[in-house]
């Protein structure tokens, strides 16, 4: 994983999907990353709705590498486009 690499994250059901801005190793021996979420409106709601029920802040601001999907934008662009014309 480096900075730009373009991956998705999914959270009950949401897919999300972000580039990697920041990669850290964390004092547990885990590689840590934060990460631009785009149109992630969904998620957040869903965040804040978890919030207001547990009183609590669910908000993450670093995912471990495990929790994060690399895959190739140009080609699930072009996937979808095909999808989307039959």
């Known amino acids: 994983m480096k900075i730009?690499?373009?991956v998705r994250n999914e959270y009950q059901g949401i897919i999300r999907y972000g580039k990697?801005?920041?990669i850290f190793k964390g004092d547990d021996g885990w590689t840590?990353?934060?990460v631009d979420w785009i149109n992630?409106?969904?998620y957040e709601d869903a965040i804040i709705?978890?919030?207001r029920l547990s009183g609590k802040d669910h908000n993450r601001p670093f995912y471990r590498v495990d929790e994060l999907k690399?895959?190739?934008l140009n080609?699930?662009?072009e996937t979808?486009?095909?999808l989307q014309k039959k």
């Open 20 to 22: 990697v801005n920041v």
């Open 40 to 42: 992630d409106d969904q």
């Open 80 to 82: 979808l486009l095909k």
């Open 70 to 72: 690399q895959f190739d």
């Open 4 to 6: 730009g690499t373009v």
């Open 32 to 34: 840590w990353c934060e």
């Open 75 to 77: 080609k699930t662009v």
């Open 49 to 51: 709705h978890r919030n």
